[in-house]
Structure formats: structure tokens, C-alpha cells
């Protein structure tokens, strides 16, 4: 949710198990389900109906042990938590993982004391769900300026479209990057910008939130098959 972004974090659990055969790996319910799920930003600006609904269900006909979501926007209060609540409410409720959270625990760990970029969708910085999620924290986020953000956000929605990083993208994303000073690393709080980054052109460590949830997974299923980074 974006198909894109789903697709990267299943690649990333299987690349961070341990596992010496192919039925030594994890079970996994990769849901890509996009057809009438609403777009998490245009709900989020009063323009479609809130997307939880339509995704708890679709997931009704599936045993769940735990649960995540491949979507930055998606964890914004308005969406999640009537997402999390109609879970809850089940006869046999999955463990939840809450991607952001999951992001702020990892960067605490290696960039405690420093402050990180972070590149987003307009409606992931709209609702502040970053903002709120490193409340407090040991680590300071820092955000490209307004015109900068919207040129990340066009970038973004183009991935989504056309599974391709143009010329021009690429330059947007390196540029709002770029111009942050005395950053230690670039969050890719966005699903679909992991999925790109290899082809960008950054010179300091990028945080990539699809490895996390991916990590986070294996954890919360079988802690003994998780990779040591």
C-alpha cells in the first residue's frame, strides 16, 4: 500500500531470516489488495472515505498472528487507529506493528544525539505522524522547506505511477536532501522511496523505514531467524 512499497518489505524479510531452505521460511499474507482501497493522503484531505475500513475488510478471511502495514500515511491517527481499534475488537486480535514507532526505536539505537532528514508524502508531514512519533525523542528530525517537500511528494506519487525514478525525480529527492545541513542520516519515510534508493545519489546514511517494518516482523514471529545487521 503502495503495491511497491508491499513488494519491498516482503524482499526484505526474506532477506533478513535465516533460513537454510525454502520451508525453513517465515509464513507470510502479503496483501496487495490496492483496487478500492481509498489513497491515504486524498482521505486525509477530505477528498475520499477513510481507507482502515476498506482494508480491515479485506483481511477478514485471513489468520493473522501479526500485523503491519506498508504505508507511512496510512499510520496518521485519523486512519490507524480505526484501523487498530476494528482489530482489536476481533475474537483472536493480531499483534499490530506500528511502522513508525518501529523507525523511531531503530534510529534511537544508531543516531541517538543527532538529527535525520526525513523525505515524505505531503499528507505524511501534514499530520505530523513523524513529528509526533519522535516526541521527546533522543533523535531530532529535521524537514526539507515547503517547495522542497511538494517536489519529494510529486517524486513520490510518479514512483507509485510508473515503478520508475526519472531523471528529474532523482533530482528532486537528492536536492531536498542535500540542502538539509548538519543532518547524520536521510529518513525514506515514504514506502516507495526505499524501493528507489538505489538509484539515489546520497552521500550520508539513509534510514530506510521498509527494512525496519521487514526487521520488525521477523522479530515479533520468530526472533531466533533474525539476521544481525
Request: charged letters at 20%; proline letters at 5%.
Amino acid at each position: 500500500m503502495g503495491p511497491l512499497g508491499g513488494i519491498d518489505v516482503n524482499k526484505k524479510i526474506y532477506l533478513n531470516t535465516i533460513a537454510d531452505a525454502d520451508k525453513n521460511h517465515l509464513n507470510i499474507v502479503h496483501l496487495s489488495l490496492s483496487k478500492g482501497i481509498p489513497d491515504r493522503t486524498s482521505f486525509l484531505l477530505g477528498k475520499c472515505d477513510n481507507p482502515a475500513n476498506v482494508v480491515v475488510e479485506k483481511m477478514r478471511d485471513y489468520p493473522l498472528d501479526v500485523v503491519g502495514v506498508a504505508c507511512n500515511t496510512f499510520h496518521a491517527p485519523e486512519i490507524f487507529e480505526v484501523f487498530e481499534a476494528q482489530l482489536k475488537a476481533q475474537n483472536s486480535p493480531p499483534q499490530i506493528l506500528h511502522l513508525p514507532n518501529e523507525v523511531r526505536k531503530e534510529t534511537e539505537k544508531k543516531f541517538a544525539n543527532t538529527t535525520v532528514s526525513v523525505l515524505c508524502t505531503m499528507g505524511t508531514y501534514e499530520t505530523k505522524i513523524y513529528q509526533n512519533a519522535f516526541h521527546n525523542s533522543t533523535v531530532t528530525l529535521k524537514f526539507p522547506d515547503e517547495n522542497e517537500r511538494q517536489a519529494v511528494h510529486d517524486a513520490i506519487y510518479n514512483v507509485k505511477e510508473t515503478g520508475n525514478l526519472s531523471f528529474t525525480d532523482k533530482q528532486a529527492i537528492e536536492q531536498a536532501a542535500a540542502r538539509m545541513s548538519g543532518v547524520s542520516a536521510v529518513m525514506l519515510a515514504c514506502t516507495e522511496l526505499p524501493f528507489v534508493a538505489e538509484w539515489l545519489d546520497i552521500s550520508i546514511p539513509l534510514i530506510d523505514a521498509n527494512l525496519i517494518l521487514a526487521r520488525a516482523f521477523i522479530r515479533a514471529i520468530a526472533p531466533e531467524q533474525l539476521k544481525v545487521e
